[in-house]
Structure formats: C-alpha cells, structure tokens
C-alpha cells in the first residue's frame, strides 16, 4: 500500500489503492483486478499494509461511484475482502459469485480510509465474458451411491421411487470448480464443489454422495444448470431438461383389518370403520407370506411404533399363548378421526405400507357434582363427609383409583347414575396441604371420571397467610420516583378473615396507604427508587396476626439506567384490545395540566432511539374535559420528518406488535372549526417505534389560491427517510367529526392508513410496504422486558408553522383485526393462567408444568382434568442463591420420576444492557422437603452477550443435555456505536447449539476462561458445539425423524 502527500484540504492520498483478486481462498498468487477474469468465483481484496497496518476501514463499491450509494461491502478489520472473511484462525477470504454478474465491462470502486482520517480513493475495471453454451458437460446419474452403471441426465426420465444421485464427472477433464442450479441459471447456487467428486446434493465426508431429496424437486419438467471451471480456467455452462416421473401407486397384497371378537372372526376392512362400543382386535391379513409388521397410531412411520410383531399372528396390541389377539380398549385413540400405518415387511424382503383411517367413538362420559372438592381441617379432626353426584348416558359400574390415605370413597365400585359420598380425614395427618385425583373406571380400565380432591390441614395455634406472591422482583430505574407491585393475601382457610399488619425493613419500602389491612385483600407495596444507585436492592416485608406464623416477603429491586421518565416502564405495555374514552380520570402515567390520568402510557422522544420523553412531554398543554368526553390538545410548533424530531406530545400505549394485526382508530372533534390557518396545521394518529420510523394518519390545514384548504394524509417514514405519502383532499365540513385509521400487519410487513367517513366506512390512503421488521418488534434483543414492546401508537398534534391552536380527541381505539387463517384439521383450545415474565416451561413426569420467570423464581403449576390451575408452587431457590438472574430455559432431568423431579435450570447475568461476561450457568435443582432446595451449579462460564442474548432453551436428549447459546453480537461482529450489543465479540461456545453429558465421570463444566483473549478460543470444557453461527436460537425441538430444528 503506498502513503501519499495530502492535497490541499480534503485530506486525500494521491496515489492509487492496490485491488488484487485470488482464484483461492487464502488469497495465494494475487493478481491484480483487471481485464476479463476467467473463472466462476473470485476472491477480490485490499491487501493488508505490513509491518504496521494503519488503515480504518475498507469500503468497496460494485458498479458504483465512491460515496454513490451504499457500499457493497464495508470491512473495519483485516483482511479486506470484498465478499466479507471468514472467523479466526484462518481468515480465509469468502467468494464472490461471478455468475451473478451480467456479461460485460464493470468496476470496483474503493475507499481505504486511514486511521488519521485521511482516505485513498481507486478503482479498477473488469470483464465479465459471455459463458458459452456448450454440449459437452456431462451430467450423469446413477441409482447407486457408489455413481455405477451412470446415464446421461439429458432428456432422461426418473421414476420418483427411484434412489438418484447426480454429478458432474470432471475427473478425466481435470475440472476445478463447478456449480449447480436447479430450475434457474443464476441466484444461489444450489451447491458449488471445488475438487471431485462433483455431487449435486454433495457428499459426505466418506465420498458418498447424497441423493436428490424428491421432496425439493418433485415430479414434473426440470432444467438442471451447470457451470463448469476447466483445469485451463475457462468456464463453461450448460442447461439441461430431465424429467420426474409421478408417484406410482401400488397395489397392495395385504390389509389391516379389525374384528369384535380375539380370534378375529367376522373381521372387515378396518379403513373407513367406525370403532365403538366393545374392544377391537386389529391385525393384517392375510399372513402367510408376512416376516414382520411394525405398526404405527396416529404418527407417520419416521415417528414411535406402537407395536411390532415378529411371527404369525400379526396382531395390533400382541398376540396371547393360545394365539388370540389381545384387546384393544382404544383409551389411547383420539375421539374422532384416527389412522394406523402398518409396515409389512413380505418374505420376499419387499416392505408394503399399509394405511387405514377409520373414527373412534368414545362412550359418553360420566359427570361428577361437584367436579372437585377442596377440605380445610384442624390437626386430628374429620372425617368431613361430601355427597357426589354422578350422571351418565347409560349406566356403569365404576371402581374408584387413585385413593390417598386421608380419603375414603363409600361405597367402592359406585353404579352410575347415581350418588356416592367422599370422606376427607385430618387423623395423624401433618400440617399441610395435599392433593390427590380420585379415577373412576370401567370394566375396560377406561378412566371415565376424575375428582381432583385437597386437604389443607392447619395448626389452629399457628395459622399461615397464603401470599402471593411469595417473592417480589422489581424493576425500575434510578430516581425516577415510585415503582409498585400488588400484593394478594388470603388468611388461613380456618379463619379467612384477619386483621394483620405489615412493616417493612428498608426505609425504601413502603405500603401506598395504611400499615394494617383485613385479608382476604390485595395491597400495593411501593419501592421509592430516589436516591438509590443502579443495581440491586433487597429489603423484606413482615405480615403479623395473632395465632399465626410471621411471614416474611422477600423484595429484590433491580435499578437500571433512567430510560422510560416520567412514564412509568412496567405500565407502556397494554393489553389489546384497548379502549379510551375521556369522560372520567383514566389513570395511567401521561397526565394533563390538573393530574388527570389521560390513559395514555407512553410519550414519543424527541431523540430516536431513546426511552426517555421528558423533553417531549408538555402536560400544561393537554386537558381532560370530562364533562364534555374530550381529551383537548394544545400544539406546538414541533414535529418529526426528516431529521427535524422536535414533536412534542405524541402521546400513546405500548403493544405488542407481532400477535396480531393491529387496527388503531381515532375520532377527531369537529377539527374543521378549530384555528387552523393553512399552516400545515395537524392532528391525528400515529403508529412506530421513534420520531424516525412511523406512520401517521392527520387531519392537515393547508393553503390553496391563498385560502385555507383541507386534506387527510398519510406519510411513512423509516430511517428519517420518507418512503410512502399521500394526500386526499377534502371540503371544509364545520361541524362533523373525522374518524382516522392505521392497520398494522405484522405477517405482510404491510401498514395501511384510512380515512373514515360519516357513515362509518372506511377510505384508503396509502400503504407502506416492506416495512422494517425492527418496526414489529420481531427480533426482542434489546426489547426492556419491563416495557415489553418497542413499537406504540397514540394521537399528536402540530401547529407547524402556524400560531397554537386547540385540537380535541373523543376517542382513541386499538382493536385485534381479523387475518384469516389456512385450512386447518384440528382446532386448539386455550387455557391462560397469569405469570410474570414467564420464558420457558416443561410439563413433569408427574403431570405439573415447570414454568421459569425472567429473573429466576421457578413456578409449579398444578392442573385439574379440565387444565385449570388448581395449586401453584414458587421456587426461589435462584434468586436466593445468586440473586436475581436472567433465566431463560429449564429442562426435565432423564431420571425425574412423580415422585422425585430434578430440574436443570439455565441463567447468566441479570443486566440486559451490561450483562457480565462469561456469567452464563446451568443449575441442577433437586426436591427437598421445602422445595426444589437443593441446587448445584454443574456447568459455569457460558458466554453471555452485552445485551440480552444468553444461555437460552435445553433439553435432554438421551444423557445429554442441549442448549442453546445466543451471539455475543447482533450481526457477528462487535459495535462501539451505542447498540445494545456494544464491542463484545464472539467467543467458541456462542451463537451456538451446545450438547454435554453432565452425568459422565469426571465430568468438567467449567468453561470460563481466564486468558487475556477468549474470543475464539476453546475453553477446554466438556462442553461440545453441535452447530454454530446461529444468531440467537431462542428455542429448538429434537423431531421424531431424528433433526434438530433450531
């Protein structure tokens, strides 16, 4: 690289930038960038300076001017390759597709700047030549993995049951480099090979190539083309046509049939059945010829077989000594629509595929009232006695299972219908409280019934508050005054009603009213966060009564960097759908001149990019007249377009954008008769995430011929670009309201805008299309989980280059809008139970979901028969110990039993903007008698990102453990320009999918390494990387064909 004299003021080099291109990857024998390059991939560079490298940046032009356009590439580290580099240790250059490059002259142009500031500018000229067609490629194929007896592809025609395997055979002609498109002739090629052999699906690291997935290309015309480097570097191209033949359909010799009787007689065809009453006896037929049947239930055959059968008879559920077929009660069978698969292998070696689809009709169910009892006993005392009763389509003689030591069912087996009665005992029972599940069986063993019953049984002397929650986390930020939480507390089922008092240990805490309080009752406890630094603060609330235990809540506040001033974080967020009329105070954080809550939580920033909108937020300017309905809104002169982001009162609600689509409507009051002046004056709504990415819908004051006229307008700007704007002219209408509407479209990446008629209906405006997907919300990294959304709508106003005027709102509406859904064959049913910032969950051999919590509480939630919530279980343990973490996956150690579940619990550093480096953990947590007390802490030191990328899902597959490790960085390479991920790079295990097997001797999950540079080096744990460069894999799920889909 050659340093020149800097000319004059602009501080350019005057003398030229070195542009060399490489046929290799490791950039051996360069030449310079110029004339015609014969070859299908190119490695273009800027070659390092040495010994001392001086040089910034590298920006690269394809086609362009310098400072044009966007760069083509833009390289801050060395090597400079104008298609990016590959990691540490190698360097190697990436390739630059040339196919990709219409035939012809072209340019690269660069600018190397230095680190003085001082820039060289270059370019250097190409051709790109016209690759000619020729016939002399021969692409074969072969229906053998060793590429025996190969055919020409040319013209041929495959059977789709046919194994093929596709390649170039270059061996004899010395071939170097040759690419495969299949049904195109540029783009992506579908695989590029460098050395024989040349496969097209590819090849395994045996030399065996991989056949042609007919699920990709399936049956029909298709054109196949190859572009061939020879060994005397010309390229060469070629396009062929072959064929794919349809499926054929055989017939088949055998059938799965079923019968009512266990030696199969009067059997029939079990496809197109229907199945009730009795149990059913399934089998193939006929026999003689069969080896063996494997045989599947509702699952495909790359699922869990069901049953196999080795010898005559071949029977669904087995066959007894005497050769009868055992039953099938069909109580795993769904009710409705069912299949079985049954694979047949013949004596021959041929495997045939049986399919049989056939409906289940479950026998009518018996119903219990009440459908669940709960008792509330003395130590020592009961029996409490509960009459049941049962009603049924017909009648039954049940037995009761499920019976614990405290209970006793009289009589047992009951005849439905009918009523029976249930006896719940407090004798030699501690104190407590237990549940168990009466079933109630028929003859089949078919559960027709289930009666979820709880004991509790109190100390009359030492009674104990039930308090929810059992532990407070908070989240706030430093000086910016109160931050809540609301406290449940419910005396104990022998004496509900108490007076209790509360005091607290931390001058910080405090209740919002009195200090005394009558459960059952809800209070909201306050931590004033004025005066106290970032970080973490703990204190502990007491609640005392007499004849009962002193309870004590533990709080942990966690204080981060101010952001979300003068609104308050946890309440931006609403619910949808959300609805504001302004006839009564409506509370909420965005008040107006006299403390009336507008019911808008969140203020748009004059500075994009920040949370913080004390300098946007004017209350002295709004006014709830409520006695009339309006929300009144005086202007200022401030706005957002372009680069000017002075917009003062855009106040709105947080929502979470991607569930739904979103409808936002307004109703402007009469804006026809308010001041406006042909200024650009303006009111309306809007939808985006800062002052320069939005969309809004406004009522518009304009001039025309000198007089003031009227339109409604929608503009999208993204970037601080406008990209979208129209307006639609309208007359003067003094009086009349104007309805206005934006519809958000996650699932298009669509914003539409409307205007709104008198009669209701609905006018388009205008569409922004591609929008940026940051404008959603997809990608959560550097989403505050106590905000929950980046993205909010709300109403603004303007007086633009007017004088102020008053604009008034009566309305102020987000609803769900409707998408409508594909086809579907089932249906779901919901059922939500409230938590706190729940991440990841896994349902228990014991039947109980294992939810995890933001910052480490580890909840167990009991189900009844109908999925309600009927006990719900908080383990601390975590936070106790580290105090408060960012927890995000949990999996179900193997050898959990019901009665002895062991949870591995994944978490790092609690910071979202600072997180500590290498604090990623596993935790194994183990019952005791208080709980999932027991913990241990096998594997420490995992990588954890800046931002909130860290230990992510597990699960255990077999003995190992999996799990997913989120980037250090946001696009793979460390920033120092204010972003969330800031200048961590990656390290060995992150951005990964990550197996060990804790359970091995001598087993070493410290992966925390201590050198002066840990970016990309192993740490030398027994921790393995399954797969890399994974952004941040939040979840990932091991299917049944044997893939892990990430």
Known sequence: MRRCFILLLWAIH?????????????????????????????????????PTNNIQRVEFWLDMTVGSGTATQTEKLAPYDFAGSGPKPTYIAYSYNLVNIPAGDHFIAVRVTYKDNTFDIDSANFTIPAYPDVNNIYVKYSNSDDRSSPMLLSGATIPYEDFVYIFVDGSSTGDRVVQFFMDKAVGTPDNTDLATPFDYAGTDPLGVPHPLDKTLVGPGLHSLTTYVQTASDIVEKNTILFTINSPVVVLQPYEIMVSINPDRSNAMPLDGSTLQGGPSYIFTAPDTTIVSVVFYLNTPETGTSYHKEGKVPFDFTGTAADLTAYPWARNDANAGSNYIIAAVTSDDGTVYHLRADFTVIIPGTVSLTPASISAVLATDTGPNTFQITATASSMDTLTITGLPAWAMVMPNPIVVPGSFSVLISAQSVAVGTYTATLNFQNSAAVTMASLPITLTVNDPNNLMFDVQPTIVNMIGRPDSGDTGAVISVTGAPLEPSVVYTVSVDVMWLRTSTSTQFTAPNDFTLLANTNNLPEGTHTGSVTLQAPNYATFNLPV?????A????????????????????????????????????TGFTYVLSHAPGTGSSVDAYKPDLLWMDTAKGLLRMKTTAGIKIGTLNDADNNIGVGFAVPNQIAVITARLVEPYTSAATGNYEQAGIWFGTDQDNYVKVVWLSYKSGGIPAYAIQFVAEFGGVTVAEHKEFVLNQPGLDQLLRIIVDPFTRKIYGQMGGQTGTYLPLGTAENVPSEVFGFDAAGIDPVIGTRSFAGVMTTHRKGVQTQFSFGSFDIEQGERPLPPMDFTFDRKSHPLTHPTNMVFGPDGKLYVTELYGNVHTLTYDSNLNVVEHQICTTIPDHFGPRLTLGIAMDPTSTPGNIILWVSHSSPDLRAGGLNSGSISRLSESSSGFSNLTTPVTGLPRAEANHGPNSMAFIGNRLWITIGGNTGAGGAVNNGMEFGVREEQWLSAALLYMDPFEPGFDGDCYDEGEDPWGKDPGCDVSIWATGLRNSYDFVHHSNGMIYA
């Open 562 to 597: 101010a952001g979300c001033e003068p609104v308050i974080c946890n309440q931006i967020r609403v619910a949808l759908p959300y609805s504001l009329v302004f006839v009564q105070n409506n509370d909420k954080a965005v008040v107006d001149k006299n403390g009336v809550g």
């Open 14 to 50: 005057a003398c030229g930038v070195d542009i060399l291109w490489s046929r290799t990857s490791d950039r051996a024998n360069p030449m310079p960038l110029s004339g015609e390059l014969d070859a299908l991939q190119a490695h273009i560079f800027v070659p390092t300076p040495t």
């Open 556 to 560: 942990n506040l966690q204080l981060t």
